[in-house]
């Protein structure tokens, strides 16, 4: 289902940037529906804009939809008929599809309405657009679907964090914690508006330690426990592993900083 509820609204991004419904040069019919802030908007930087600091936002944004790390481990409990092969095979084929969607609808969102697309692309587009509702309704069905997966993560860790022994896992204090954190959880997203800061903000944090510095301490930590039976190539693969860390939290921490800072400036 939530595959399904992308697959459509990427179809649905895709017709509205092709039949020129939301243009402001040809009048789309569907512009009057529009606040003013949410009407396309386009400058003259070209790809050079791809070159701008703010470029980093973006990368943190890319980040935050790639942080699935925390469910490796059930990923693989649960894989039939288990491998190395074919858990790779899978994280390869997930990541390609990810990939796929992360590319399609960030653009066409874009192509549509420029500087003025809002951190959900869905509400720039018009309440009377029938295929656009449409598109809304399935991507809450994919958010409802796929919201256990990220939720199963934050209990489990919560579990680790907490020192709770195994024999205090019980049905009845689990769902206990569960309906504490939702309660939590619910209560935080109900008083955050900009999902666009929240994403690349969320992004640069999360993915600086679970993508760059968990990965590559676990692994400096693992071959300084060899010692002097650690090969060269193992040796040469750490220090690789600290430059890209260094590189990733470089990144990391401007993207973070520039979404902070623009969000601070739109809201003064």
């Not at 399904?4 to 509205?16: D, K």
């Not at 003025?116 to 587009?125: E, K, M, P, R, T």
């Not at 954190?181 to 600086?208: R, W």
Request: with cysteine.
């Amino acid at each position: 289902l939530g595959l399904a509820g992308l697959l459509f609204s990427t179809c649905a991004l895709a017709i509205r940037d092709f039949d020129r419904t939301y243009d402001l040069n040809k009048n789309g019919k569907y512009l009057e529906d529009l606040r003013d802030n949410l009407k396309p908007s386009f400058g003259d930087v070209g790809w050079y804009g791809t070159f701008t600091i703010n470029v980093f936002v973006l990368v943190c944004m890319l980040y935050g939809a790639f942080v699935v790390h925390y469910n490796a481990p059930r990923f693989w409990i649960e894989l039939k008929d288990r491998s190395v092969q074919r858990f790779s095979t899978v994280v390869v084929y997930s990541f390609f599809i990810a990939s796929v969607f992360q590319i399609l609808l960030p653009s066409f969102g874009f192509l549509t309405f420029g500087a003025a697309s809002d951190g959900n692309i869905l509400n720039n587009y018009s309440t009377d657009d029938t295929i656009m509702s449409v598109a809304r309704f399935l991507i809450s069905i994919a958010v409802i679907t796929s919201y256990p997966l990220a939720f199963i993560g934050l209990r489990d860790g919560m579990i680790s964090i907490l020192l709770i022994p195994a024999a205090s896992q019980t049905s009845t204090n689990l769902n206990i914690l569960t309906v504490v954190l939702l309660i939590i959880v619910t209560t935080v997203a109900m008083s955050l508006e900009d999902l666009g800061l929240l994403n690349a903000v969320g992004g640069g944090i999360s993915a600086m330690f679970i993508f760059f510095i968990f990965p590559t301490m676990m692994f400096r930590s693992s071959v300084l426990e060899k010692g002097d039976s650690a090969s060269t190539a193992e040796r040469t693969e750490v220090h690789l592993s600290m430059a890209g860390m260094w590189f990733g939290i470089s990144m990391a921490c401007v993207g973070t900083w520039m979404a902070m800072a623009n969000h601070i400036a739109v809201a003064g």
